[in-house]
C-alpha cells in the first residue's frame, strides 16, 4: 500500500475544523511542529516524542486520551501542511493540517479520516469522539499560540 496523499475520503468516520488565532504563523507553525512540547499546551495528550524534525518519512508516538499512537509523516509543507497517519487499538487515523497567514493572524483547518473495525462498529460514537478530540486541539493550540505572541 502507498503513503497516502489526503485523508480517506471513504472513511466512515471524517470530520473538519477550523479556527483563526491572533498570532503569527510562525508562532502556530512552530507549537505545532514541535512535538515533544505538545504536552505542556495540549492537555489531552499525555505524552509525544520525536527523535529529530519533523519532516516526510519520520514517525513520532504519543498518547491521547489514553491511546497511544505511532504517527507517521506523508507530506508537509513548511508552514502550510502537514499529513500524517497510524493505526492504533484497529483504527486507523489520517490527519491533515493546513495553515494559512491572515492579516489577523493565523487560519488553522484540519481534516481526519478514520477507518477500521472499531470505527465500523460505531461510528457515531467515534465521530462524536473524534470531532470532540479536534476541537479541543484546536482551542488548545489558539489559547497556547496567542499566549506565546502576547509575551
Known amino acids: 500500500m502507498s503513503e497516502p496523499s489526503s ?16 498570532a503569527p504563523l510562525d ?17 489531552d495528550i499525555t505524552e509525544a516524542h520525536l527523535e529529530g524534525p519533523l519532516e516526510r518519512g519520520t514517525s513520532f508516538a504519543w ?16 508552514r502550510a501542511r502537514v499529513l500524517w497517519g497510524g493505526t492504533a487499538n484497529g483504527i486507523t ?3 491533515e493540517w493546513l495553515f494559512e497567514e491572515t492579516p489577523a493572524g493565523t487560519h488553522v483547518v484540519t481534516n481526519e479520516s478514520f477507518s477500521g473495525g472499531l470505527v465500523s462498529a460505531n461510528p457515531q460514537m467515534a465521530q462524536q ?8 486541539w484546536l482551542d488548545s493550540l489558539k489559547r497556547a499560540a496567542e499566549a506565546r505572541s502576547q509575551r
Open 129 to 136: 469522539m473524534l470531532d470532540a478530540s479536534l476541537a479541543g
Open 27 to 43: 508562532v502556530v507553525w512552530s507549537l505545532h511542529t514541535d512535538v515533544n512540547a505538545w504536552p505542556g499546551w495540549q492537555t
Open 7 to 22: 485523508i480517506d475520503h471513504q472513511a466512515p468516520v471524517l470530520a473538519h475544523h477550523e479556527i483563526d488565532v491572533a
Open 93 to 95: 487515523g489520517i490527519h
Open 63 to 78: 498518547s491521547s486520551s489514553g491511546l497511544r499512537v505511532t504517527s507517521t509523516v506523508y507530506a508537509l509543507t513548511d
